[in-house]
Nanobody, 123 residues
């Protein structure tokens, strides 16, 4: 069983940057997709970005494209989310998740979830 632990959240001013990490305790097999989602208070969990573990193919939500970068370190079983030009609307709890196939942007396709890390952007 793979366990996911996110870190790197915090409070930053608008325009600043944060780098989130998601460390997997078990071995990540090539067929999976690792995704980042976020959930603001009173809102649904939204897709942010995803990366295919085998070939590094990436996918971004329109609202973060060009500002956020997802990457992976196969040796460390870790996925990162570099977030630049942060806006107050980016405030949310950020979750990483694993889909055992090409999960895309649908959270229902992801079966394993981390506990989340809070990101707060002040104006």
């Amino acid at each position: 069983q793979v366990h996911l632990v996110e870190s790197g959240g915090g409070l930053v001013q608008a325009g600043g940057s944060l780098r989130l990490s998601c460390a997997a305790s078990g071995r990540i097999v090539n067929g999976v997709t690792m995704g980042w989602f976020r959930q603001a208070p009173g809102k649904e969990r939204d897709f942010v970005a995803a990366i295919r573990w085998s070939n590094g193919a990436v996918n971004y939500a329109t609202r973060v494209n060009g500002r956020f970068t997802i990457s992976r370190d196969n040796a460390k079983n870790t996925v990162y989310l570099q977030m630049n030009s942060l806006k107050p609307d980016d405030t949310a709890v950020y979750y990483c998740a694993v889909s055992f196939y090409d999960g895309g942007n649908n959270p229902d396709n992801y079966r394993l979830w981390g506990q989340g890390t809070q990101v707060t952007i002040s104006s």
